[in-house]
């Protein structure tokens, strides 16, 4: 599960701000949850909120650097899932020890450090990007580690794109905190997979639904129409998942036996469990 913020642009102007936050299932597509953040807050005030409407346990939730503080990781935990959280200055004690552990790391060529190591390639959009991630299970050298509910492991992810037909290479680093052990395999995808709020998510809102230029903003409107345009995503994701959900909102705009047929899927053959 990933969990990001949004900031309804078109709702927010003349000093007040829509902001919201969700909690994604990233596999199947779904949006689990959607919280307004409140006024002259933050993200991770949502945190709680979110955690008391959605059964969490045995999940992986991940988080941008909004969400690393102990605060957040402990409120994870404590609703029995574990936390995969990005590492930047906003964190620059934690930043700083993890930055020197590593860079000396690669100094020595890994040699005598225990670590898991997963490397992977991708081709595609004209570029070649080689991934590279390190966990480290053995961190008793980082002061303060007690302070992160359940910590497990340490991340590093590099990764290096070169454009076809292009002799310059761009490096990226990223580091990450986890609860959770697993092999470096698993971290590449669920690191990758907490993009897909962004990408699955936020995108469709703003191309297919022009989120962004919708000007609803009084009282709740904004949020409220958030939610039904989530609902429709779900709604697409779940019913027809072979289709695009623009695709799906075409047919479902011309073909009234298609449209019958989704509404008939989702909510009568919910209906027919409950009283079964």
């Known amino acids: 599960m990933a969990i990001d913020g949004k900031r309804l642009r078109g709702a927010s102007f003349l000093g007040h701000v829509t902001h919201i936050v969700e909690l994604f299932a990233a596999d199947d597509r779904l949006c689990l949850a959607v919280e307004k953040v409140p006024d002259k807050t933050v993200e991770k005030s949502t945190l709680p909120i979110i955690l008391e409407q959605v059964d969490v346990?045995?999940?992986?939730?991940?988080?941008?650097?909004?969400?690393?503080?102990p605060e957040s990781a402990g409120q994870i935990v404590d609703a029995k899932a574990d936390y995969l959280l990005a590492v930047k200055e906003n964190q620059p004690s934690l930043y700083a020890e993890m930055e020197n552990f590593f860079d000396q790391a690669h100094a020595v060529k890994w040699?005598?450090?225990?670590?898991?190591?997963?490397?992977?390639i991708d081709k595609g959009h004209g570029r070649i990007e080689t991934r590279e991630v390190r966990v480290v299970e053995d961190f008793d050298w980082l002061p303060n580690a007690c302070k992160w509910k359940k910590l497990a492991c340490l991340i590093e992810v590099r990764s290096t794109r070169q454009k076809v037909g292009s002799a310059v290479n761009e490096v990226f680093r990223r580091f990450y905190i986890s609860s959770r052990r697993a092999s470096a395999r698993n971290f590449v995808k669920w690191t990758r997979q907490h993009w897909s709020v962004e990408n699955?998510?936020?995108?469709?809102?703003?191309?297919?639904?022009?989120?962004?230029d919708n000007l609803t903003d009084r009282g709740n409107s904004a949020e409220n129409m958030g939610l039904f345009r989530r609902l429709a995503m779900n709604i697409s994701a779940v019913a027809d998942p072979e289709r695009g959900l623009?695709?799906?909102?075409?047919?479902?705009?011309?073909g009234a036996g298609y449209l019958k047929?989704?509404?008939?899927?989702?909510?009568?053959?919910?209906?027919?469990?409950?009283?079964s």
């Not at 999940?59 to 650097?65: C, E, R, T």
């Open 57 to 69: 346990e045995g999940a992986i939730i991940s988080g941008d650097a909004h969400f690393t503080i």
């Open 246 to 254: 623009a695709s799906v909102r075409r047919a479902a705009t011309f």
């Open 200 to 212: 699955k998510c936020h995108w469709v809102a703003d191309v297919i639904f022009k989120e962004d």
């Open 261 to 275: 047929g989704i509404l008939a899927t989702i909510f009568c053959s919910k209906a027919s469990r409950n009283f």
């Open 111 to 120: 040699e005598e450090v225990p670590h898991l190591f997963y490397q992977e």
